[in-house]
């Protein structure tokens, strides 16, 4: 079965330092996608970073890289120099192969506080 | 470019009653897909739909469903409405295949 586990229901970090948020999937398909999220208290859902698992590269965007590691199927994402308004839960989700069907599998989340 | 657009943004409605919510997708964005958040449940994937047909449907009952527009907007519908309901309802919309999926701010839906 398709799964996503996020281990760390809550993690702390300092201001200005970097952080790594745990993912890990279990698939039997060789095509499928990675995301990761960030939720603040606001509520919207708001879009971090992907990986395709026929990507060669870790991806990144700005402050946030996901280490991608195929033959353990884990997705880390990693937040450099951490903000104050880092604040929030972070889902990791995968997404079977297209013809699956849209849907996104979500994990439990992470809370992450940043304290100054 | 507009992101993806719930609306409403907050909804009070009665036991029994029905409600709707719609979601512009990010234009060209052709995928739209639904999930209810709730504090017990977590992130849960109610359906999909692409070029006006849902591909792919959750498990929830038949008092959840959904249309999708040849514009590309969709609607959800849950009639009937129970208190176990209450809930954050996302749409996340995509062009399709091994591509990004953006989410709308939510509608807050709270059944009385």
């Known amino acids: 079965a398709q799964k996503i586990t996020q281990t760390q229901p809550g993690m702390f970090v300092q201001e200005k330092e970097a952080v790594t948020l745990d993912c890990t999937y279990d698939?039997?398909?060789?095509?499928?996608?990675l995301f990761w999220y960030k939720q603040p208290s606001s509520g919207e859902m708001i879009f971090l970073i992907y990986?395709?698992?026929?990507?060669?590269q870790n991806a990144t965007e700005g402050r946030y890289s996901l280490n991608f590691q195929k033959a353990r199927k884990s997705a880390n994402l990693v937040i450099s120099a951490s903000q104050l308004g880092d604040s929030a839960m972070y889902f990791c989700a995968m997404r079977p192969p297209w013809d699956q069907g849209g849907k996104l599998i979500f994990g439990q989340g992470t809370e992450l506080s940043v304290k100054p | 470019k507009a992101g993806v657009t719930q609306t409403p943004r907050y909804l009070i409605k009665t036991r029994g009653q029905q409600v709707t919510l719609s979601c512009s997708p990010i234009?060209?964005?052709?995928?739209v897909s639904w999930y209810q958040q709730t504090p017990g449940q977590g992130l849960q994937f109610l359906f999909e739909y692409f070029s006006e047909t849902q591909r792919n449907k959750g498990n929830f009952p038949g008092r959840f469903s959904g249309r999708q527009f040849s514009n590309s907007r969709s609607e959800m519908n849950v009639s009937t409405l129970e208190l176990g309901d209450s809930a954050l309802y996302l749409c996340?919309?995509?062009?399709?295949?091994?591509?990004?999926?953006?989410f709308g701010q939510g509608t807050r839906l709270t059944v009385v």
């Open positions: 698939t039997s398909d060789p095509s499928y996608g």
């Open positions: 996340a919309s995509s062009r399709g295949g091994n591509t990004e999926a953006f």
């Open positions: 234009s060209g964005h052709r995928s």
């Open positions: 990986q395709g698992s026929y990507d060669q």
